[in-house]
């Protein structure tokens, strides 16, 4: 079965940290791009950080830049974001979503570019 799952969401408070991993099973996560968006109640979803397949750049969202940290083990098959310095605005499902446009995925966030989507994982920063 072709699927991805995200795990590592949760609970924490302003200024902690969290590491998200985005597991692959049924297909070879590293001929994809790969990118984490996330959707807080109300709003639209978001693209937050992407990774490419063929050099491995990464791209944020200006509003986790510096704070938030994409990478990649193929040999795991997983993707993982780690986000510091949570604050409460970072309070949303996270999800991951593969895509095989390497070229233009990470550049424009597209989500008709996408071939597979995780179901998600709540992260809630509060005090």
């Known amino acids: 079965q072709v699927q991805l799952v995200e795990s590592g969401g949760g609970l924490v408070q302003p200024g902690d940290s969290l590491k998200l991993s985005c597991a692959a099973s049924?297909?070879?996560?590293?001929?994809?791009?790969i990118a984490w968006f996330r959707q807080a109640p109300g709003k639209e979803r978001q693209g937050v950080s992407c990774?490419?397949?063929?050099?491995?750049?990464?791209y944020y969202a200006a509003s986790v830049k510096g704070r938030f940290t994409i990478s990649r083990d193929n040999a795991k098959n997983t993707v993982y974001l780690h986000m510091a310095s949570l604050k409460p605005e970072d309070t949303a499902v996270y999800y991951c979503a593969a895509s095989l446009d390497d070229l233009n995925f990470c550049r424009t966030w597209y989500s008709g570019y996408v071939n597979y989507w995780g179901q998600g994982t709540q992260v809630t920063v509060s005090s």
């Open positions: 049924g297909f070879t996560l590293v001929y994809y791009a």
């Open positions: 990774i490419n397949s063929d050099d491995g750049s990464s």
